[in-house]
């Protein structure tokens, strides 16, 4: 009767330990889980920031020009006097700009490489 009972003790506490080391094993999934949606939540408010950030350098009109932007493409124009004389061309429209100039396309020129 005593072997009984403790076999049957030693079995509810094996039993327990095993509901035990199940819980563990959930909540380190539930613990990773949360660390990715936290870092996740973090990221997000990177780039919110940074798009607000670029927001309120756009608004302000000395940053519109073709210098600032994106789609500038610099070129070297050699002459025959040996000056090397650059030039400017927008890459959507295929024309001529000159680096103060603005236009409706304008982007700002970190914003691409800092999003990507």
Not at 80 to 107: E, K, P, W
Request: positive net charge; charged residues 20%.
């Amino acid at each position: 009767m005593q072997e009984d009972s403790s076999i049957l003790f030693i079995a509810i506490l094996l039993f327990l330990l095993f509901i035990q080391i199940f819980a563990l094993f959930v909540i380190k999934r539930l613990m990773k889980g949360m660390s990715v949606l936290v870092s996740e939540l973090k990221n997000t408010r990177k780039k919110i920031t940074y798009q607000n950030l670029t927001k309120e350098i756009i608004a302000n009109n000395t940053y519109k020009t073709c210098q600032n932007c994106v789609f500038r493409q610099s070129f070297i124009e050699i002459s025959d006097a040996q000056q090397d004389m650059f030039f400017y061309r927008c890459r959507l429209t295929q024309t001529g700009v000159h680096l103060n100039d603005s236009c409706i396309n304008f982007q700002l020129e970190s914003s691409t490489s800092n999003s990507k």
